[in-house]
């Protein structure tokens, strides 16, 4: 079980960086929508009704001096938790989508040294398919088993490459676009003594595309402190270059400097193609020394008015 696991999470992150401007390569082979004139199409860009199958052509160019084979499947796309970036489902993992609607003619294929070979398939869409943008994949996965390293006293796995051209799939119906910023958090980092060192606050929140459409979506933040004063104001840059309809990304940002001593809100502001929203999360930041000293003081007022509660009771 392990080994499969690893087998197919290596298959996965070849997808996943897999440049976003051409045909996705590896430096060994390539996969790429076929063409029958001088156009070329980095990925599959398709429009189809409910209940409508399109045929199509995908090629496999092998770029070795040796004969390589492969399996070709269709695979559901998602963002992944870590960054949102682009990756698709394993051969193994159910596929609810484009991956489980496109039906190549081969399953498996053997691609000569410095050649390609190119393979017709249909995607057929079903009748109660959900309007809107569905996003997937057409895999080449190596059949071959690459030896793998083991640390000291763990079990050694195999890898397995594979490669995926993009399968951007539009189905008729209305298109809801939709986007939200949820669950803001803000976790405050400060040194014990004021201005002894740099402070940190690290604000975590979920962008979630909510609607039916894949989105580009902009982030922006925005801090302010007492009386409105803005503290900090910027474009984020660290999110997803898309986010597929219906996923939700957790993402970290980190504000290097931030008061030791203010209060006030930090609100994050995302927006895309006809679609926004926004959410915000209010802050207090004292230093810990300073903290430290107005607890002591608390406690030792309070301990002094039982004390004298106590005094005046018995007398």
């Known amino acids: 079980m392990r080994k499969l696991y690893a087998l197919l999470l290596a298959a996965g992150l070849v997808l996943l960086f897999a440049p976003a401007a051409r045909a996705a390569d590896n430096g060994s082979w390539s996969v790429f929508p076929a063409t029958s004139g001088t156009a070329q199409r980095p990925y599959f860009y398709l429009f189809a009704d409910p209940g ?16 390589l084979t492969f399996r070709l499947y269709g695979a559901d796309a998602y963002n992944t938790e870590r960054d949102g970036g682009f990756a698709v489902r394993s051969e193994a993992e159910k596929q609810t989508g484009v991956g489980a609607w ?13 050649s390609s070979v190119t393979v017709p398939f249909t995607l057929a869409v079903p009748p109660d398919a959900e309007p809107g943008d569905h996003v997937g994949a057409l895999v080449a996965l190596d059949d071959r088993v690459a030896p793998g390293t083991a640390a000291a006293g763990k079990v050694a796995v195999g890898i397995q490459q594979a490669v995926g051209a993009r399968v951007y799939l539009r189905v008729g119906g209305p298109t809801v676009p939709a986007l939200a910023v949820e669950d803001v958090s803000l976790s405050q980092h400060r040194p014990l003594v004021p201005g002894a060192g740099e402070s940190r606050t690290d604000i975590t929140y979920t962008l979630h595309n909510r609607g039916n459409v894949t989105l580009n979506p902009k982030v922006d933040l925005k801090a302010t402190g007492l009386f409105g004063r803005t ?4 474009d984020l840059t660290r999110i997803p270059a898309e986010l597929l309809p219906g996923q939700k990304v957790e993402l970290t940002e980190a504000w290097h400097g931030s008061p030791q001593l203010d209060w006030g809100d930090v609100k994050l502001t995302a927006s ?3 679609a926004h929203g926004s959410a915000a999360a209010s802050f207090f930041a004292l230093p810990w020394l300073a903290a430290a000293v107005l607890l002591t003081a608390a406690l030792a007022l309070a301990t002094q008015r039982v004390v004298r ?5 018995r007398s």
Do not use: C, E, F, H
């Open 52 to 67: 409508a199958t399109l045929p199509d052509r995908v090629s496999v160019a092998n770029k070795t001096s040796a004969p």
């Open 102 to 114: 496109v039906k190549p003619a081969q399953n498996k294929i053997t691609v000569p040294a410095n």
């Open 231 to 234: 503290l900090l104001s910027r």
């Open 272 to 274: 895309a193609k006809d």
């Open 309 to 313: 509660r106590r005094i005046v009771a």
